[in-house]
Nanobody, 111 residues
Framework: QVQLAESGGGLVQAGGSLRLSCAAS????????MGWYRQSPGKQREWVAT???????NYADSVKDRFTISRDNAKNTVYLQMNSLKPEDTAVYYC?????WGQGTLVTVSE
């Protein structure tokens, strides 16, 4: 059974950067799509970014031009590089592939 495990969250000041990692237990060559989602307190989980096996990427308007999703198939890992972070980016970030979700990693952005 494939499992996803996120890491890299933490506390950062507004304007700072973080890179999240999502390690897959099995080969991600089989994954057609890898994505990142986030959930802020009191809000529904929202989509952040997707990377298809073709290399095409899509981003939510709220993170476009600040976040970058990438994948390293040799390491079975997907990344989310987050720059120019804002307090409203504070959330638990989840990695996703199909029906599989990671446990989440908390990102807190202070003023």
């Amino acid at each position: 059974q494939v499992q996803l495990a996120e890491s890299g969250g933490g506390l950062v000041q507004a304007g700072g950067s973080l890179r999240l990692s999502c390690a897959a237990s099995g080969s991600i060559f089989r994954f057609n799509t890898m994505g990142w989602y986030r959930q802020s307190p009191g809000k529904q989980r929202e989509w952040v970014a997707t990377r298809f096996s073709t290399g095409t990427t899509n981003y939510a308007d709220s993170v476009k031009d600040r976040f970058t999703i990438s994948r390293d198939n040799a390491k079975n890992t997907v990344y989310l590089q987050m720059n120019s972070l804002k307090p409203e980016d504070t959330a638990v970030y989840y990695c996703n592939s199909g029906l599989t979700w990671g446990q989440g990693t908390l990102v807190t952005v202070s003023e």
